[in-house]
């Protein structure tokens, strides 16, 4: 079995920083892609930001400029920082991972998702 932990959501104000990360534990064989969602009320689930094994990546519009993924493939973790955080950032985060586990068999996983809540 595979699990995700997030951690680091949080209360923050406009223009502040939080930091995401999510661990991945359990049969693993090798992750491939590692990735950020969110999801606002009453809105559809959206990519925030996804990262290569190699680390290409690539990120929502909205996010480009501000926010940062990255990954520790020794570790089998992602982060996402996040910079100069808007009100309309306000969504559950969700990590996502595609991991070969150790039969071999592949699937994506999801964290259980964290707050981050932006005050104007």
């Known amino acids: 079995q595979v699990q995700l932990v997030e951690s680091g959501g949080g209360l923050v104000q406009t223009g502040g920083s939080l930091r995401l990360s999510c661990a991945a534990s359990g049969s693993i064989f090798v992750i491939k892609d590692m990735g950020w969602y969110r999801q606002a009320p009453g809105k559809q689930r959206e990519l925030v930001s996804r990262?290569?094994?190699?680390?290409?990546?690539n990120y929502a519009d909205s996010v480009k400029g501000r926010f940062a993924i990255s990954r520790d493939n020794a570790k089998n973790t992602v982060y996402l920082q996040m910079n100069s955080l808007k009100p309309e950032d306000t969504a559950v985060y969700y990590c996502?991972?595609?991991?070969?586990?150790?039969?071999?068999?592949?699937?994506?996983?999801w964290g259980q998702g964290t707050q981050v809540t932006v005050s104007s």
């Open positions: 990262i290569t094994r190699s680390g290409s990546t």
């Open positions: 996502n991972m595609r991991i070969v586990g150790g039969s071999r068999w592949e699937s994506d996983y």
